[in-house]
């Protein structure tokens, strides 16, 4: 179970001898023309996790192996494709790898365009209940086979006692490995963002 780092005094080095570690960076993205309010929230949530993964790095160990969703290429590929996903997120993997880091091309092209591809067909809000109950099953599946393919590259290109980082929305199921711990960065000004979405949600919904 990944730990919060928002959630827990602080972590002991002691803690993760002989294990391999992952940041967990969950993705928080934005629109144009958003919000001023949170439009504010926004950089004030990624400054926050540039400065708690500083913290980590500086106590837990400093980050090799980096991981974005999306990303089906490493290397300066992969560099410019995370840069027109999120800028923000970019940005530090930009900086890490100016210090050594590698990304690491963590989807399979094939399974990410049929995961976007489902993910499509339920978004344009099906009438029928046999077309959802077909679009449900296939969503589900390669979405298991995407959790499958992420947790074995994490694996495979995690060395012995190294340490990642990993930028991925929120929810994903992923299964990793034994050896693997989790650190989840959640930043005060995350659950902000959270509560305010709630509150655009529900006064739409009233209006």
Not at 6 to 30: C, D, H, M, W
Request: negative net charge; charged residues 30%.
């Amino acid at each position: 179970m990944p730990e919060e780092l928002g959630k827990i005094e602080k972590p002991q080095a002691s803690q993760f001898t002989n294990l391999r570690k992952l940041y967990f960076v969950p993705l928080a993205n934005i629109w144009p023309k958003a919000e001023k309010d949170y439009t504010e929230l926004f950089e004030k949530y990624w400054a926050q996790v540039t400065e708690q993964l500083a913290g980590l790095e500086q106590k837990l160990g400093i980050a090799k192996k980096l991981y974005h969703e999306f990303i089906t290429d490493g290397g300066e590929e992969g560099v410019k494709i995370v840069g027109q996903i999120n800028s923000r997120s970019a940005g530090i993997i930009n900086e890490q790898l100016k210090r050594g880091a590698i990304l690491e091309a963590v989807e399979d092209e094939a399974v990410l365009h049929e995961f976007m591809d489902w993910s499509r067909c339920l978004s344009i809000g099906l009438q029928s209940e046999p077309a959802l109950s077909t679009v449900l099953q296939a969503f589900s599946e390669v979405s298991k086979k995407r959790n499958d393919q992420l947790a074995r590259c994490i694996d495979e290109t995690l060395g012995t006692e190294e340490t990642g980082v990993l930028f991925m929305r929120e929810g994903h199921q992923i299964q990793f490995a034994q050896d693997i711990q989790v650190i989840y960065i959640a930043p005060p000004a995350l659950d902000e963002m959270k509560r305010w979405l709630r509150d655009q949600a529900a006064a739409k919904k009233e209006a």
